[in-house]
């Protein structure tokens, strides 16, 4: 994959924060998609922006923790187990022990769900951090993103 770091939301044609966060994944059933938005739902320009355009469907995050939301799924997907999305989903860091989401919430959209991977902001992500690797496997459809957090900084400062 190329370098895609940052945030991208739905309808933003792969733009955001600071670049798409737009990821192809590999499945093996023509009923899954090709294309998914990857979004570090977390990130003070993503909170403000939804706060900003009074977006009733964002999802809530705790301030604890680091989220990465997961856009453009089938609506015909069903996902009903949030604990085996959580044992198959890690942020991985060069030199560190990966991490697990504390917990995944499931959504339901009018155009599709969407999951959120919580992750504790106890296991911090620190200035040495320059590569955050998100991996998941939601049914057949497995995804992988690299966030750049160079790439991530808003008002001078890295947000996550």
């Given at each position: 994959m190329g370098r895609r770091g940052g945030i991208g939301g739905p309808g933003t044609g792969g733009g955001g924060y600071p670049r798409g966060g737009q990821t192809g994944g590999t499945n093996d059933d023509s009923h899954l998609p090709s294309t998914v938005t990857l979004r570090w739902e977390s990130a003070l320009p993503v909170r403000g922006a939804e706060l900003k355009t009074h977006d009733p469907n964002a999802p809530?995050?705790?301030?604890?923790?680091?989220?990465?939301?997961?856009?453009?799924?089938?609506?015909?997907?069903?996902?009903?187990?949030?604990?085996?999305?959580?044992?198959?989903?890690?942020l991985k860091r060069d030199g560190k022990k990966d991490m697990k989401p504390s917990r995944v919430e499931l959504l339901q959209k009018d155009d599709g769900p969407v999951i959120v991977y919580l992750f504790p902001r106890t296991q911090e992500i620190?200035?040495?951090?320059?590569?955050?690797?998100?991996?998941?496997?939601?049914?057949?459809?497995?995804?992988?993103?690299?966030?750049?957090?160079?790439?991530?900084?808003?008002?001078?400062?890295?947000?996550?």
């Amino acid at each position: 994959m190329g370098r895609r770091g940052g945030i991208g939301g739905p309808g933003t044609g792969g733009g955001g924060y600071p670049r798409g966060g737009q990821t192809g994944g590999t499945n093996d059933d023509s009923h899954l998609p090709s294309t998914v938005t990857l979004r570090w739902e977390s990130a003070l320009p993503v909170r403000g922006a939804e706060l900003k355009t009074h977006d009733p469907n964002a999802p809530i995050v705790d301030e604890d923790a680091y989220a990465i939301a997961v856009y453009g799924l089938p609506n015909r997907m069903t996902l009903s187990d949030p604990e085996q999305l959580k044992k198959q989903a890690t942020l991985k860091r060069d030199g560190k022990k990966d991490m697990k989401p504390s917990r995944v919430e499931l959504l339901q959209k009018d155009d599709g769900p969407v999951i959120v991977y919580l992750f504790p902001r106890t296991q911090e992500i620190t200035k040495d951090d320059r590569k955050i690797l998100f991996d998941a496997e939601i049914g057949r459809l497995k995804l992988g993103q690299s966030f750049y957090l160079d790439d991530m900084v808003y008002q001078g400062k890295r947000e996550l």
